[in-house]
């Protein structure tokens, strides 16, 4: 066990709490002896803090209060290495003192195959000492729309039906706090869908607080209300989706004009407008949210005689890039 | 401590759910030995006469055939421990304010209570055409718990070295081919040229096979504190070793 190692604690204080956006912290480099004695220690469980070497965009949705500083998180991965070490200790650091406040969705599936889904969220139901079993686990799997096909073994389930049996099942003792590890992994686009569908309903408890990790920036921009940007063990920025994405440069506008020149030179004399350029009959430049700025700025340049207006907003992605010097490839796989 | 024991009870209730699913297996553990002593035991029966203790070789070897039954099935039930940490299916129960012991006695208790129903349904079709009775149902609990537990033991331990289902079945059936024949289960121990007798008397499972058939017989070749010495020194010592290679393999 890895409860020896009490480093984190330096760098903790380096990264200021609160504040949305930080710069990127450097991370430590330990010997290869180090390195090694923290994989055989990882072995056991894949865990989140392996996946914070690859640049993993991690995500705190609908946080009633628990973890307000992703950082604080990190720190206690790097002491715990192992999931369910690193989710009691976390526990306990956020006040939630018993274990049983909490529950992980790991990222392989855990469920027995042989037994049926129901028989499966029994079990835990009796290893948490839950009473009125039948109708807890009933209302579970209603969450996440699995009653239907409750009763079959899980081995003929797909891996999305697998994924939202977990969720139910690490719901069931009513955890404050439930860590996905990558819970879209693997799933295909209506599984994907169906699985987000249910997080945005849990979403909206407030006595929940949902930790996941993801390499997909759909996912963390569609549900998330913070998202931090890991690379190389350790928090690259951290913020609201929206935050981190204009945080490494503006919403762009590209505007067609009757009189390019006229509409540039209109655009240009706004305070809130930058990097105007024109090429042929087309005019792009960058702004803070397009959206709302879209319309005012429109009204300005009318004289120019607009034809056509494409926008695209900074997202996620650029961010991403931007904190980890990594790319992802269509699949959401890191290079 | 009242917690611990619904611990054990849930984690032994799933391992009955599971074998609930392998119901055709456990009539064919059933169905071979009975096959075996039919076909083998009563073919050998006038050829071989009687034997020690006044049995007949079909009695002799359906006595044998239990302990082959309670100890080849308590083996895989060491290995499926393993598969479950393979699995994955162990983290969210690690996770659980469950402790580890009740993981691994939960799996051991629902063991012991098939490998004695399996027992008792062997006896009870083998008692139609063969002189296998119950006179000492205490000692022949003793017997199933010793083997199973020192079974289900070697099947943690050798499973801890061989992760995969395939190599471990092969090196189960090898490693413990020469364990059953050097028991007394399918001839008697007496008889044996003396190099195979010397290595008879140094397996613990061939007294095992001498408790059990007392149990069931009435005949032994060993004195019953022997059988019931290493019998004990079966039930305790693979366990320990388990216990600590299980904990090694979950640190690790």
Redesign the interface.
């Known amino acids: ?1 890895a409860s020896s190692r009490a480093r984190p604690s330096a760098r903790r204080k380096k990264a200021s709490r609160g504040r949305p956006l930080r710069g990127p912290v450097r991370a430590r480099r330990g010997g290869a002896l180090q390195r090694l004695r923290d994989r ?1 220690e990882r ?3 894949v865990a989140l803090c392996v996946a914070f070497v690859g640049g993993v965009v991690w995500v705190v949705v609908s946080s009633p209060e628990p973890p307000r500083d992703p950082e604080d998180l990190c720190a206690v991965f790097r002491e715990k290495p192992r ?2 070490d690193a ?2 200790a976390s526990a306990e650091r956020w006040g939630v003192s018993e ?2 406040l ?3 969705v ?1 990222q ?8 049926s889904g129901r ?1 499966n969220l029994d ?2 139901a ?4 839950l009473d009125d079993r039948a109708a807890r686990i009933d209302r579970m799997l209603d969450l996440v729309g699995m009653r239907r096909d409750a009763d079959r ?1 899980v081995r003929q389930l797909s891996g999305g039906m697998r994924r939202r049996l ?1 969720i139910a ?2 719901l069931a003792h009513e955890p404050r706090v439930l860590f996905l590890d990558e819970p879209s992994l693997g799933l295909d686009v209506p599984a994907r869908r169906a699985l987000w569908g249910h997080l945005e309903v849990l979403r909206e408890r407030r006595d929940l607080t949902l930790i996941l990790t993801t390499h997909s920036m759909d996912e963390a921009e569609r549900l998330c209300d913070q998202v931090a940007v890991m690379n190389a063990g350790g928090i690259a920025a951290s913020g609201t989706p929206r935050e981190l994405a204009s945080s490494v440069g503006g919403d762009s506008i590209e505007i067609e004009f009757e009189d390019p020149e006229r509409g540039a030179s209109l655009l240009r004399s706004r305070p809130d407008v930058s990097a105007v350029s024109v090429d042929g009959r087309s005019v792009s430049l960058t702004v803070e949210s397009a959206a709302t700025r879209l319309p005012e700025l429109l009204d300005v340049a009318r004289a120019g005689g607009v034809h056509a207006v494409r926008m695209r907003e900074a997202n996620l992605e650029d961010a991403f890039l931007h904190y980890t010097g990594h790319r992802i490839d269509p699949e959401g796989n890191l290079d | 401590m009242s917690r611990f024991f619904v611990d054990v009870g849930t984690i032994a209730r799933r391992e009955l759910l599971r074998y609930r699913r392998e119901r055709m297996f456990l009539v064919g553990q059933i169905l071979l030995p009975v096959l075996a002593v039919l076909l083998i035991g009563f073919g050998l029966n006038r050829p071989v006469g009687e034997l020690g203790g006044g049995i007949d070789y079909a009695s002799f070897l359906a006595s044998g055939l239990l302990v082959l039954t309670i100890s080849s099935g308590a083996i895989g039930g060491g290995y499926t421990l393993i598969q479950d940490v393979q699995q994955g299916f162990l983290r969210p129960i690690l996770v659980a304010p469950v402790s580890r012991a009740s993981i691994v006695i939960g799996k051991v208790a629902a063991r012991l209570l098939l490998s004695a129903v399996l027992v008792a349904a062997l006896i009870a079709v083998l008692a139609l055409f063969t002189s296998l009775r119950l006179p000492r149902p205490d000692l022949a609990l003793v017997a199933i718990g010793g083997v199973t537990l020192g079974f289900v033991a070697a099947g943690i331990l050798l499973a801890t070295y061989l992760r995969n289902a395939e190599s471990f079945r092969l090196i189960a059936v090898f490693a413990t081919l020469p364990i059953y024949f050097l028991s007394g289960m399918f001839f008697p121990v007496e008889t044996m040229p003396s190099g195979m007798r010397a290595l008879a008397l140094a397996n613990p499972l061939t007294y095992g096979v001498d408790l059990l058939r007392f149990a069931t017989t009435g005949a032994r070749a060993f004195p019953l504190w022997l059988d019931l010495a290493v019998v004990a020194a079966l039930a305790v010592l693979p366990t320990a070793l388990a216990v600590r290679a299980f904990e090694r393999r979950l640190a690790g």
């Open positions: 066990m055989v072995a056991a469980a999931w369910h989710a009691r274990a049983a909490l529950a992980i790991f392989e599936s855990s469920l027995d195959t042989e037994l028989e079990l835990h009796r290893l948490y000492h073994p977990e099942r690490g």
